[in-house]
């Protein structure tokens, strides 16, 4: 029991602590990162609420509870209607040689639920590293779209020697351009890593990512 009580504690210091870096972010006007601490501190104030029998304590933890939810619901409206308004963005600075800037990592942010399209344009898939040779990189793509569509995806490609834009596209209003294009990896030193296609421990060049939604520019620079 005194096992629980210690956990219980420790849960809500967490919850705080997060729930205290949320209103700094929000002060800074940092609002997307401030709604993320808002929402894993409020669910871990929950799992506190849940384990608390207390009915003066559990009575308390509503209370906060619901000050914190609406604190982060006014940042949601905000970064809504700065979305549909076209005017947020977002800036990522990506350092030379760093790793852990994968496309999962990079690009799953803007791919919600809203999500049924995705259009990418990209010149610039055409290094040895990146596929050896125009006919492997062919036969790589076609089996991608084979796989996709047993899932009920459809993937469509078009192959362009006049197209010079980099950019990509979601159906929720977002829009990325891109400089380097989806090339920003360095080759990797060690073939293993393309054999098993780690692109999370592989370094990168200096990069900046700008996501913008609606009909502003988004840029993608490297």
Known sequence: MAKYGKEQDAQSVAAFTVLKRAMELDSDSRYQQAL????EGID???QVLRGTKDDTKKR????QISGYMDKAEIVKKYLDQEKEDGKYHKQIKIEENATGFSYESLFQ???NETVTEVW???PYIRQIHQGSGKQ????GLQEIKESLQDHGVLLELEYSSSVHDREIRFNNGWM???GRGL???KKPQVQVLVMLNLKRLKPVCQALLYGNSGSQESKYWT
């Open 36 to 39: 993320v601490c808002y929402q």
């Open 44 to 46: 871990l104030l929950m």
């Open 120 to 122: 990418i344009q990209d």
């Open 136 to 139: 492997q990189q062919s036969s």
């Open 183 to 185: 090339d920003y990896f």
């Open 176 to 178: 990325i351009k891109i």
């Open 60 to 63: 308390d933890l509503r209370k």
């Open 109 to 111: 942010q803007y791919l």
